[in-house]
């Protein structure tokens, strides 16, 4: 198993239950002699506390050209979010999301396809026309993916929609 020349290593796993002699404990004693790092029996751990691992590194380091009105995610009128969000948590939503799924018997106009997730769509979008937001004969069912398709075209698809619907 080993070669000639070759000594045990007797600090390794596959040493398990091999007795250290009395020279090489006393070679680790000295080793260990000054380790501020090393355990001590019945003392806590002298790395209790500390975290593994480096700071991160933008850690304290002031950045203006990405704080407040400079980030990319600044919203400058939360107003605007909060009442999107409360719209579609309302009842008046939630009834003519279900009136729109149930003239369209749950299924895109645009595929065909049912069983999936479907999703309301204003033919004229409501940046366009605030007044239509609840009108049933403005919004028709689509899939997750033709839905994908329309998002920032709604004006071409218009005509479209609307024959769907007649």
């Known amino acids: 198993m080993f070669k000639n020349g070759h000594q045990l290593n007797l600090g390794n796993q596959y040493a398990k239950g091999n007795k250290h002699t009395e ?15 090393g355990f001590v ?7 209790k506390g500390i975290k593994a691992g480096f700071p991160a590194w933008n850690k304290g ?19 605007k979010a909060k009442e999107k969000r409360n719209l579609r948590r309302s ?5 003519w999301r279900s009136e729109i799924f149930e003239r369209d018997l ?3 106009k645009e595929c065909g396809i049912s069983g999936v997730y479907l999703e309301p769509h204003h033919i004229i979008p409501i940046r ?13 069912t689509l899939c997750r993916n033709c839905h994908m398709k329309t998002f ?8 479209k929609y609307q024959k769907l619907l007649n």
């Open 61 to 79: 380091i002031k950045m203006p050209d990405r704080c407040g009105a400079n980030h990319h995610y600044w919203t400058p009128d939360r107003t």
């Open 23 to 37: 020279e090489w404990k006393e070679q680790a004693r000295q080793r260990m002699l000054g380790n501020s790092r």
């Open 106 to 108: 749950y299924t895109c």
């Open 41 to 47: 029996k019945g003392k806590p751990s002298p790395r």
């Open 91 to 95: 009842l008046e939503w939630t009834a």
């Open 128 to 140: 366009e026309d605030e007044t239509k937001i609840f009108d049933v004969n403005n919004g028709i």
């Open 152 to 159: 920032r075209k709604e004006m071409t698809f218009v005509e």
